[in-house]
Each structure stands twice: as C-alpha cells, then as structure tokens.
C-alpha cells in the first residue's frame, strides 16, 4: 500500500460518514484490504461526553481487534481521540452533539475520526475531527 496513514485516514472517515447499513459493507471491504475497522455511534454534551467517548472508541477497538489489552495500544487510540475531539470543539463547545466515531488500522498506522451534527435550535451544524497515531504491531 502506498501512503498507509492516508488510506488508514481515508478509512476511518469512510465509516464515521456513513449509515449503519453502509458500515457493514465497509468493513468488509476493509477487512478484505488487510484492515481492521469498528465504528460506535456518540451524542450529549461534548465537554461532559469526552470521558464516554474515548471509553467507547477503546472498547470498539477491543472488541473488533484493532488493537490488543496493551496500554501502548490503548494510549494511542485515547491519543487519536482528543485528536479529533479537539478539533470538533471549537464548533461544539457547550452544544449537545450526536454523531459517529470511525476507527482503522493497517498495520501500524490508527486513524480515529470523529463525524458530529451539532444541534442549535432546528439548525445544526457538521464538524469533523481526525486523529492518527502510530502503533506496534504485536504478534502472539
């Protein structure tokens, strides 16, 4: 593959825009390439959701194995998703959200991406955020 962190970036955004009937086919496409995705839905108020969304990034990334029971591993997504809360909260600051949270890995490279409709009256407003880390690849 030629640029990883681009395509594993291009990955992620592909599942956090899409519909859940679209994430199925996705993955699998993915899973086909060699990657590893999992996407989880979010919402609340972004300040105070900040703890459960990184909690639901690492349990998705868990349990679809894109990464293993590894502080190393679980660092770099939790790093990944500030990454992308950060760039979402200038928009979203004090606002309830509702949104999707796209994860992918090839080989070493991670890409969290953090897709968010913010609710403001009957207008609301779209926000992404992206974030990317580097991990060993651990072999058992």
Do not use: W
Request: some cysteine; proline content about 2%.
């Amino acid at each position: 593959m030629e640029n990883q962190s681009t395509n594993v970036a291009k990955a992620s955004i592909r599942l956090a825009i899409s519909t859940r009937d679209e994430e199925k086919s996705i993955i699998e496409d993915l899973h086909k390439k060699g990657f590893k995705a999992a996407a989880v839905n979010v919402g609340g108020d972004l300040i105070n959701s900040i703890p459960k969304i990184i909690e639901r990034a690492l349990v998705a990334s868990k349990k679809t194995g894109i990464i293993k029971d590894y502080h190393v591993h679980e660092g770099a997504v939790a790093g990944a998703v500030m990454e992308a809360i950060t760039q979402v909260n200038p928009k979203a600051m004090g606002l309830n959200f509702g949104g999707k949270i796209g994860i992918a890995r090839y080989e070493e490279h991670i890409s969290v991406c953090l897709f968010i409709s913010i609710g403001l009256l009957h207008l609301n407003d779209l926000a992404i955020g992206l974030g990317h880390r580097s991990i060993p690849v651990i072999k058992e």
